[in-house]
């Protein structure tokens, strides 16, 4: 029987298709494995065809339906793995597959693609511009180096023509992809050394010979980045039915790399910008972990609720739901996890309040004591240096650094200070209540005290993490090796919290990786969404550098976002509407597309023009089931960890982005102005990022400063 794989462009061209084509792909690929190789080239149905004139002997195409056909790429060697690698109107199917050419990459071994016609005709013309220009982009690397790195001869004429990285841009859609993204790496000042340990070298197989092997079975096998292998009708069956589904625990070399290591000699950090699978690396580094030892146990926690309960879905679905493994992996937040340690230890449930009751608490404190500074200044001193050094006295509190502080205080002004402190934990106190980072703090003591709980903790969003919950953390686990595997991204740092990992005992030197690609969103959005924070600097992970976005990139092409105002909200809740309706008609499932605000205000007028029109429509803090249908709304904070095909962002005016009550003023302290000002535009920017394939931000009004008009 013929075994199917699936390229990454036959997923591109599938998730558009209206359903009834879908259905016949469904409908062809089921027959596709019923048959033998012999009996394929004689159906009727099938009607398995060569293509005249094509670049690839081996290219086919296939019957879905009287409009559409599939292109599939044939073995001509003995075996039996076909490649389905798009579904083209029938017109076009012809064309399109006469332009392909599918090779083995020299040095990763790898199949790509690449449009040879195209290379061939711009070729020429490319040469007469280069000979004219002044340099050329890749003029330092010579042809041997080029060819190590698997640039084949035909890519490497046209790479002696390309003058500067918009050219290699524009010709990237032509060339085939491990070559493509070995010259953007290249085109970014890294050296050939490191472009062959990041690309070539995690790619490559182990056993590789010195020459590839020309079996296009061998190729597909080597391509897991790009290539879905299916093995038989019930796998086939689950991944048409759910493909977006199926990409959310797909794991790329460099990231299986970083994932399924052996063993590290002591905390592991990973960063990276979105949709670079952070999160996905997590998940892997966790079933690895678990098949170490049989009572290993494993605490995988994040920020929030909502990012717990994903990774506790996608979890059991990278673990294909086995209760015996799951059961070993405690998911929750940081919060809730010192909230069960101080209960069980203390033998008392703490009773945390909100940001708001804690705000109240500290503008008593002012009024008692006639201090000069404000109740946002005092609570912002108390979380960021009381709180985060652990400070429990004057004298320590007097010689503490006070360092991303924007204003000084000398001895005297810290000893009138201090009893502000004092003050407000006796508050606390006497009303029986605590905050959520005392509550840490103290399940930190308890641990300190004790013993670990776990073997092994992973972290995912660290960014938003506050020392005294990485305090938490360190005491959750005993050092040592893989004690602790941390994800995050500084550039999706949403809420106030800075640290240095090294000064809590997490020490990350020789254990640091940068995953730079970005698999979910296309290069058109990503670069949109970068331009919202390319006039700051980003302080990284650990607090101790500043962290950029170099290099990172998408493998993935498609529309430009689109950004309009309205002259009023009702306009722009009118339009959401219609685009909403328009991406349905095009055969998006409601449960792909998310719609975020920066308030719940704007969202349920959203909601309920969408309801009105008849488009089933869900809140994200409802926590809907992944089976459960409708557009998802939610606050632009909320939306962190998600992603969806087609994302609207609503309100992105002046008064709501950077939103004034969330910001410092300067004259309070400048540098925590700053920082908040960064925080507000690193929110939207983790908002534009869930967007896989289309992103549409709207305003009424006048616009954020933040958004790029370009």
Known sequence: MPQLAFANSFWESYDVLEKPVKAGVRKAMQKFQQLTVPQLHQDKGLHLESVEKAADRRMRTIRINDFWRGVVLAPDDGSDVFLLVNVVRHDDAYTWAAKRLYTTNSATRALEVRNVQAIEQLTPQLEKAAAAADSLLFAKCSD??????????????????????????????L??????EVLQYLAEGFSPEDVYRDVVAVRRPVDAGPDPDESLAVAIANTISRITLVSGPEELTDVLEKPFAAWRVFLHPSQRRVAYRVSYGGPVQVT????????????????????RSPDTRILLTTYTNALAALLRENLALLLDGDESLLERVEVTTVNAYAHGVVTRLDGRTPSPIGDRDERQLWQRVVKKLGLPWTE??????????VLAQDLRTLDAYRTASRRGRGSALSQSKRDQLWPAVELFEQMLRDQKVTTYLKVCARAADLLAASAPTHDHVVVDEAQDLHPVQWRVLRAAVAPGNDDLFVTGDP????????????????????????????????????????GVLSPVTVDDLGGEGADTLAGYRSLLHGRRPQADGYGSEQAEVTALVERVEGWIAQGIRPSEIGVCARFNVLLDKAYDKLAAAGVPVVRVKDNPGPGVDGVRLATMHAMKGLEFRCVAVLGVTSSAVPFAREVTPADVDALQHDSDLLRERCLLFVACTRAREVLAVTWSGAVSPFVPMR
Do not use: C, M
């Open 491 to 530: 550039h999706q740092r949403i809420y106030d919290s800075r640290v240095a990992l090294g000064s809590l005992g997490i020490s990350v030197t020789g254990r640091t990786h940068r995953l730079r690609i970005n698999y979910r969103s296309t290069e058109e959005i990503l670069g949109w969404s970068t």
């Open 272 to 291: 990276g910008g979105p949709g670079t699978g952070k999160t996905v690396a997590a998940l892997h580094r966790v079933k690895h972990l678990l098949t």
């Open 175 to 180: 060339l085939p992809e491990d070559q493509f």
């Open 376 to 385: 946002q200044f005092l609570a912002q001193e108390y979380r960021h240096v």
């Open 144 to 173: 041997t180096v080029l060819r190590e790195l698997g640039v084949d001869e035909q890519v490497l004429r046209a790479v002696r023509t390309i003058i500067d990285r918009p050219q290699l841009e524009a010709f990237g859609t």
